[in-house]
């Protein structure tokens, strides 16, 4: 592999780990995600693409805090899937997956005023066409979409199947794809603070995850992500001053 394609890589690497660093800060309490740019200067691609990939989640912390979509992180949202395209999709549910994230994102931008409505994908299949594992591979490629505020057929879907999710969830676990199990567990998470009960006890699961997962800052933002859900199924808990 050419040292200038392993370079680029790295850098693009690196630009997600910091900007989902910055919105898990955010999330925390620090400031919003637009403070990774100086005003009126250039953004680089690597940091504009890593901003396309994390999506509706940059508008998160703003969203927690029961507000509407930060301007200055909706701009630069919206930059970021002006200058920088999709990825190209290797398949038709790969494809579909992609439209799915680009209408959380794209519904958020359009109450901040940088998009117009656009419609809905297609329905994705469930998992009585899929079977349940291979569904929830594809919800927790839509973990994106498990944000207050953002409903529609894939959030109708998760209240439906939520054995499913915490049955994916748990064979994320046995086979160590850690990742894949956070992402679910934000799904349950979320399936609780509409006031659905998840199968599983999932302050453990998000434990295990962050002791035994990669360390990553997206990895830990996902997590962050789902014990914020957490806090809204469980008032007292959030009273209580747990940390995200």
Known sequence: MPFAET???????AAVERVAGRTLDALRGGGDPAALVEPDAAVPRPLLAAVRLLGADLLAPSLFGGGEPDPATAALLAEARRVVPAPAPPSEQAALVIAWQDWAAGRLLVRAGHAEAAPRPAPLPGPEDLGWQAWSVRMSQLSVLALPTLDGPVHDAALAHALALARGTVRSMLRRDLTTAARLARWLAWTEAEGRRSRLDLEPVLDRIALAGDGSARTGLE??????????ARPSDAEGGRAA
Do not use: H, K, M, N
């Open 7 to 13: 370079s680029l890589r790295e850098q693009y690497a």
């Open 223 to 232: 997590l962050a992500l789902a014990r914020r859900l957490l806090d809204r």
